[in-house]
């Protein structure tokens, strides 16, 4: 067979014969390797020396492509990288050809609270039923109208309105806990599931999906599974082109096409909650009015743009309330199995807790007011504790150098001292800023009592508002966690009621410090996905 290319007649009438005669399949190959080597190799050497951002330190095999980072994001190993480089360059690494990564309280302000950049393109692979949600709106602009349909509802008054369901779902889970009378182990990340897809559920739809029924009763609960799945189906989707999806989503496997269909099962548990609703306000159009607690998807559908008479999206509304449930169920279970884990190798911490809830919690079924909780200083030392050394999400917080706001000098931002030009993207990472060793002495050891002042010592305030300024499990600035009241109020009820009642252990063969070591997918979560501990109810 002839390796002569034929050329079209047209085409081949004016090239010149030796031309035709010498370009043969394996030269044009060799030509275009040869092509794109040179390419690569000329953008290499550009991004290493002529690149605007050249002279901040960092590895070179960072600064020629994103490759090697990306890497350590499938090895789910992002935040414990990026530590690394900051202890070896400092403050200021770059750790792409575009990406810059700080470690710097004054910096973490002027990006996130002072310029208010816009977030990168990453947080797309976020996106609820094909649709936009407020963490995934990228432009600054677009976001504060998002933000101010669904804020008031987290304010800590209203969200005190839903304590006695919080209460109620929190004591349904000492009740699951009970049955096991401390004979065999439970999965905490599906127990803690259950429970925040019914308190979740509570506020935004008005009503408990009944999570933790089901769990106790074997039955599978398949909103709580497709939380759970949602968050894989992200990261694959993100890597397959649109045309491929369908098919892909076809291949007969049972927890394939489960993970595949997570983001519709949602989205229509939602659209039937927003149906229900909307029947609802149709019926008594001045519902709302005199209620003074009034849940996430109701408000939504009330709501009018500023100025003007416009509602919200059936669209925007359906994703906006999925995107509340991916936000705060996996991170608030993640956070109480690694704060029970803790638990389970810190007797000292466990006894101290329940000392403090004896005193404050006689009844150990009625737990107190979130007044009352949030000012138990040991039980707040341990929750400020946890979420510095297990934050659920301490991943990068991507943003993007904005031309508008950058220096009055030129277009670039000033970034302790190195100029960066717009379109670079910039973050820090709350793993690094929660690891300081300045601030946080020693600080791989888990260690409540540091956010204790010892009384006599010169210095204390001042140390302690030092440690709080770093302290960022939930972000910063006018992007930072919408939920986090909710998850507050939560997390502290959740412990005072687990502790009050249950001694809490591990069975080592199953759960130990291997299975529990921490990945991180920008969410994190122990090695195995699992994490199961034997909890013993206390004697009297
Ligand atoms: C321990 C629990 C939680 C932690 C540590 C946490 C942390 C975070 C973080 C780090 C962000 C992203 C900030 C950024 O991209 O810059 C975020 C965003 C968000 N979280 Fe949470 N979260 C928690 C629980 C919740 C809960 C319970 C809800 C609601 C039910 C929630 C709703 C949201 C929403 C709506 C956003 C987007 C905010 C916006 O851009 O307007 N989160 N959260």
Redesign the pocket.
């Known amino acids: 067979m002839s390796n002569t290319i034929i050329a079209p007649p047209a085409l081949a009438a004016n090239l010149p014969a030796p031309i035709l005669s010498t370009i043969n399949t394996p030269s044009f190959i060799v030509l275009a390797i040869t092509a794109l080597f040179l390419y690569l190799c000329a953008t290499a050497v550009y991004n290493l020396y002529f690149s605007p951002i050249a002279a901040i330190p960092g590895p070179w095999y960072a600064a020629i492509s994103d490759f090697w980072l990306t890497t350590h994001v499938a090895r789910l190993q992002q935040c414990m990288t990026v530590q690394a480089l900051f202890e070896r360059y400092g403050p200021v690494v770059r750790v792409g050809p575009n990406k810059v990564a700080f470690c710097d309280l004054t910096t973490m302000r002027s990006v996130?609270c002072v310029h208010k950049f816009d977030?990168s393109p990453f947080?797309k692979a976020l996106l609820t039923n094909n649709n936009d949600?407020?963490?995934t709106?990228l432009p600054h602009s677009e976001?504060v109208v998002?933000?101010k349909a669904?804020?008031p509802h987290?304010n800590l008054s209203h969200l005190m309105q839903f304590q006695p369901e919080v209460s109620d779902s929190v004591i349904k889970v000492v009740q699951i806990l009970e049955s096991q009378q401390g004979k065999a182990s439970v999965s905490c990340s599906e127990l803690f599931r259950h429970l925040?897809v019914d308190?979740?559920s509570t506020?935004?739809f008005g009503s408990r999906p009944g999570a933790l029924d089901n769990l106790a009763m074997g039955i599978q609960d398949i909103l709580s599974q497709a939380v759970c799945d949602f968050p894989t189906r992200g990261i694959v989707r993100s890597f397959i082109p649109t045309w491929a999806w369908k098919l892909v989503c076809r291949i007969p496997n049972d927890a394939w096409r489960r993970i595949c269909s997570s983001d519709k099962i949602m989205a229509d548990f939602v659209r039937g909650r927003l149906d229900d609703t909307a029947a609802k306000l149709h019926a008594t159009p001045d519902v709302g009015e005199k209620e003074e607690r009034i849940p996430l998807i109701q408000r939504m559908l009330q709501h009018r743009v500023s100025g003007s008479q416009d509602g919200l999206s059936v669209q925007n509304i359906i994703s906006?309330c999925m995107?509340?449930?991916v936000?705060?169920?996996d991170?608030?279970s993640?956070?109480l199995s690694y704060f029970c884990w803790e638990l389970t190798r810190r007797a000292d911490v466990l006894k101290n807790l329940q000392a403090e809830l004896d005193e404050h919690m006689p009844d150990r079924r009625v737990i107190p007011d979130f007044s009352v909780l949030c000012k138990l200083p040991y039980l707040n030392a341990f929750i400020k504790e946890g979420?510095r050394v297990y934050?659920?999400?301490?991943?990068l917080?991507?943003?993007v150098v904005g031309s508008t706001t950058a220096s009055k000098v030129d277009d670039s931002f000033d970034m302790m001292g190195y100029a960066l030009p717009p379109g670079t993207v910039v973050a820090t990472q709350?793993w690094s800023m929660h690891r300081d060793p300045e601030v946080f002495p020693s600080p791989e050891t888990f260690l409540p009592d540091r956010w204790l002042p010892v009384e006599g010592v010169e210095g204390e305030e001042e140390r302690i508002a030092r440690m709080l300024q770093h302290l960022?499990?939930?972000?910063?600035?006018?992007?930072?966690?919408?939920?986090?009241n909710?998850?507050?109020i939560?997390?502290r009820a959740a412990i005072a009621a687990i502790v009050s009642n249950f001694e809490i252990s591990a069975n080592r063969t199953e759960t130990n410090e291997r299975t529990m070591q921490i990945k991180d997918a920008f969410v994190i979560h122990p090695a195995t996905k699992e994490c199961r501990l034997v909890f013993t109810p206390r004697k009297c």
């Open positions: 996130y977030k947080y949600h407020a963490m709106t976001h998002r933000r669904y804020a987290y925040m308190i979740i506020t935004v906006e995107g509340h449930l936000a705060g169920v991170t608030s993640t956070t979420m934050g659920p999400a301490p991943s917080l991507e943003r709350a960022m499990p939930f972000g910063v600035g006018t992007r930072q966690c919408g939920g986090q909710l998850a507050q939560t997390v």
